[in-house]
C-alpha cells in the first residue's frame, strides 16, 4: 500500500483499542484552514458497521483491516471506485482530493495512490526554522516527542525521535504556519520538524 506519507504511519500503525470512533478530533480547530483551499492525500479508505468511511492515518494487519486514526470523508461514492469488501467492511488505497474544515475531508476528486514521501531533512541551523540542535541527547527527544503527542493528540498522527539529525520528526493533518509556531514556541525552534498529510493543491494543478 502506498501513501504521500511514510508507510511507518499511514499503513502500520495498529488501531487504537477499545473500539473508538477511527475519525479524529472532536472539538473544532481554533484556526480552521480556508474552506475553499483544495488539499490532496493518500491513504486507505475504509468503512466498517462501526463508522462510516474514513481516510485512515494507520491500518492495522488484521482482516479485515481495522482503521487507526484518522479523518472522516464527505461525499464519498463507493459505486465510484475500485474496492475491497469481506465481513461488512469495505476497503481501498486512493489518492483523493478535497476541502477540508478541520473536521471532515470534502472529497472532490479520487485517483490511484501516489508513492509515499521520504522524511524530509532537517532545516540547517542557519536556515530558517533551523534552530540549535546541539546537545539534543536520545533522552530530551524522547520527552519532547512524548510531550508533542499529549499536547497536540488532534494534529499529531504519528511521530519518532530522528537521532541522526537532532529533531522529533513528526506526522500531522495539516501543518499550519500557526501551529509550526506554536510548536516551535513549545519545544524551541527546530526542535520537531512536521510533515503535512494533507498537501495543499495550487490552483490550475
Do not use: K
Not at 1 to 13: Q, R
Not at 130 to 153: M, V, Y
Amino acid at each position: 500500500m502506498l501513501g504521500v506519507v511514510p508507510a511507518v504511519l499511514l499503513f502500520t500503525a495498529c488501531g487504537d483499542e477499545g473500539g473508538s470512533d477511527p475519525a479524529r478530533g472532536d472539538a473544532p480547530p481554533e484556526n480552521p484552514p480556508p474552506v475553499d483551499q483544495e488539499y490532496r492525500a493518500s491513504g486507505t479508505v475504509l468503512q466498517s458497521p462501526d463508522h462510516g468511511p474514513v481516510l485512515c492515518a494507520g491500518v492495522a494487519e488484521s482482516f479485515p483491516p481495522q482503521c487507526g486514526g484518522g479523518v472522516e470523508l464527505a461525499r464519498w461514492d463507493w459505486d465510484a471506485v475500485e474496492a475491497a469488501s469481506e465481513q461488512g467492511t469495505t476497503w481501498g488505497d486512493f489518492e483523493l482530493t478535497g476541502t477540508w474544515d478541520g473536521e471532515t475531508f470534502t472529497v472532490t476528486g479520487t485517483g490511484p495512490p501516489s508513492r509515499p514521501a521520504e522524511w524530509p531533512a532537517a532545516p540547517a541551523p542557519d536556515e530558517p526554522g533551523g534552530g540549535d540542535r546541539a546537545g539534543r541527547d536520545p533522552e530530551e527527544l524522547a520527552d519532547i516527542q512524548r510531550d508533542l503527542t499529549e499536547d497536540f493528540p488532534d494534529d499529531v498522527l504519528s511521530s519518532f525521535p530522528d537521532e541522526e539529525q537532532g529533531v522529533v520528526q513528526a506526522d500531522v493533518v495539516l501543518a499550519t504556519p500557526e501551529l509550526r509556531e506554536t510548536v516551535d514556541e513549545r519545544f524551541g525552534e527546530g526542535a520537531v520538524v512536521l510533515t503535512s498529510w494533507l498537501m495543499p493543491v495550487s490552483p490550475g494543478s
